[in-house]
């Protein structure tokens, strides 16, 4: 059995519209193959791991085998739980709506506790290689500006980052629809976008 990790990344529920997509995304997926299974994580609702100074502590005590106290231990076992949740995955779904020109904290802090040396990445004598090779990420992006022009792309750093630290994972292979302009230009104007990524993320997941 295959199974996807859906990570929603807005606290808006049912009124995000990269949640939008990404869920008729996941619907027709489903629709044409019944059996997978679908592991969600809305990152707002999730009780992440703390990566604050006990759990930094413990990543140089812990993986480099230096002495180490329980606390340590149990913070670093809480971030390797994290990583291999997302590691049990053949692919990948993302909702992502657009912060101050990048993604939102909560999903950074759920990128700094999954990138690590030796579980998604390793150094050798070519440089960094990503362990997640061979598997599809779809990506669902929200804006409240249009970011298409080459004049606004000096701002757009939500894709940029994102699909480069996946790829930094391995996670290379990735198909993704924008939804903009969600404010700008109106809710009329913002409908008919979402409208329109609905119709092509139906017709995506069908080779997904």
């Known amino acids: 059995m295959s199974r996807i990790l859906y990570i929603q990344a807005s606290p808006r529920g049912g009124r995000s519209k990269s949640i939008t997509v990404a869920n008729t995304f996941v619907q027709t997926y489903k629709e044409k193959n019944p059996s997978v299974e679908i592991d969600r994580i809305n990152i707002f609702e999730e009780d992440l791991a703390d990566f604050g100074p006990l759990a930094v502590k413990a990543k140089y005590t812990v993986m ?8 340590e231990i149990q913070a670093w076992q809480d971030v390797e739980k994290e990583i291999e949740r997302f590691k049990a995955a053949d692919k990948y779904i993302f909702a992502v709506p657009m912060w101050n020109f990048s993604i939102p904290w909560r999903l950074k802090q759920y990128i700094d506790i999954l990138v690590q040396p030796a579980y998604t990445f390793t150094v050798n004598e070519d440089g960094y290689k990503g362990l997640l090779e061979n598997r599809k990420v ?5 804006r409240g500006g249009d970011y298409s022009s080459e004049q606004s792309q000096d701002y757009e750093m939500q894709s940029k980052y994102l699909e480069l630290i996946l790829g930094f994972m391995g996670l290379t292979d990735i198909i993704s629809i924008k939804v903009e302009p969600t404010l700008e ?7 008919e976008k979402l409208k329109q990524a609905k119709t092509k993320a139906k017709k995506m997941a069908l080779d997904f």
């Open 64 to 71: 480099h085998g230096k002495s180490h106290t329980s606390e």
């Open 138 to 142: 779809f990506i669902s992006y929200a």
């Open 185 to 191: 230009a109106g809710p009329d104007m913002a409908n």
